[in-house]
């Protein structure tokens, strides 16, 4: 299911431009357009999902982690580590209603994030 109005199924629409660096038939990896690290990348299923809280198919949400391992190996962040976030509501500070999960790298992260 889509929604019209969501940006990033408009992403997945082709409507709203983005890098994208992988595509498979059910989600999208594309880079973030205000990145938090030499490698940031969005990963996204086709079908509009709001929160991780509103999910209930695992394969959809598993697929997410195995694109990000996928799309890190072709980033060549695979061995010296990267990070993956799902931001879930506002004290996590989502900002868009499209379950997406953050692939982070390039860089070393610290830890607790903020
Ligand atoms: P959240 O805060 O919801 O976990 O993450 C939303 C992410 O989407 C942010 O990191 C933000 O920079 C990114 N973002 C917002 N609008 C756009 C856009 O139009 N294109 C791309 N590529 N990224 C976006
Ligand atoms: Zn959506």
Redesign the pocket.
Known sequence: MNDVNC??CR?ARGE?S??IVAETPDCIA???????APV?V?IIPREHIATLNDASDAATIGKLSLLAADVARKEGIADSGYRT???TNAA??????HV?L?LLGGRTLRWPPG
């Open positions: 940006l990033f992403v709203v983005a890098a594309f880079r973030d357009i205000n990145p938090q940031h969005l976030v799902i931001n996590a500070g989502q900002t868009v209603f997406h953050h």
